[in-house]
C-alpha cells in the first residue's frame, strides 16, 4: 500500500495556480532542501498511516516521542524558493507567478529573483534537481561528531 507524504509544504486555496510541494522535517521544522538532503538519504517513521521525512535520525527520534506536537508546531510552514527560508504561512507574502502559487519571505528581492528563471526555483524547491545545500555533502546532522 502506498502511503502518503504527510510533511510536504502544501496549502489550501481556491486558486487554480500550482502548488509546490517540497519536505519540512516535521521535527526541527528545517527544508531538507535548504539542508541538501535528498531523498536518497531522508529518515522516515510513519505514524497514522502516513509516511513522515527528517533530516537526520535524532529529527526522527525526537517526533516519535510525541508526534502531535510536532506536527502541530509545523503545519503552517512555508518555505521561501528564492533563499529557502522556512516561515510561518502568516510571515510570507503570496503571489502567483507563471502558474505557481508561492510564498515569499518578505524580502523584497526573492520575488524578482524568482521570476527571472521560475522553472529552476520550482524545480530546486521540489528536490527535482541537485542542490547541495547550506552543509554541502555532509548534510546538516553528521551520524558521527
Known amino acids: 500500500m502506498k502511503q502518503k507524504k504527510a510533511n510536504a509544504m502544501t496549502t489550501n486555496t481556491s486558486s487554480s495556480a500550482k502548488t509546490i510541494v517540497t519536505s519540512i522535517c516535521p521535527a526541527c521544522g528545517c527544508s ?12 522516515k517513521s510513519n505514524y497514522e498511516g502516513k509516511e513522515y521525512f527528517f ?19 509545523t503545519k503552517d510552514l512555508v518555505v521561501c524558493p ?13 503571489m502567483e507567478i507563471s502558474g505557481w502559487e508561492v510564498f515569499f519571505c518578505r524580502c523584497p528581492y526573492c ?3 524568482f521570476r527571472k528563471d521560475p522553472d529552476h526555483y520550482v524545480k530546486r524547491l521540489q528536490g527535482e534537481i ?3 545545500g547550506v ?3 555532509a548534510g546538516c546532522c553528521p551520524t558521527e561528531i
Open 32 to 43: 531538507l532542501v535548504r539542508l541538501g538532503i535528498g531523498a536518497d538519504r531522508w529518515a
Open 55 to 73: 533530516c537526520c535520525q535524532g529529527c526522527t527520534d525526537l517526533f516519535n516521542q510525541d508526534p502531535p506536537r510536532y506536527l502541530q508546531e
Open 82 to 94: 528564492t533563499c529557502l527560508a522556512e516561515k510561518p504561512m502568516q510571515w510570507t507574502v503570496r
Open 111 to 113: 520575488p524578482d529573483v
Open 130 to 132: 541537485p542542490y547541495k
Open 135 to 137: 552543509f554541502g555533502e
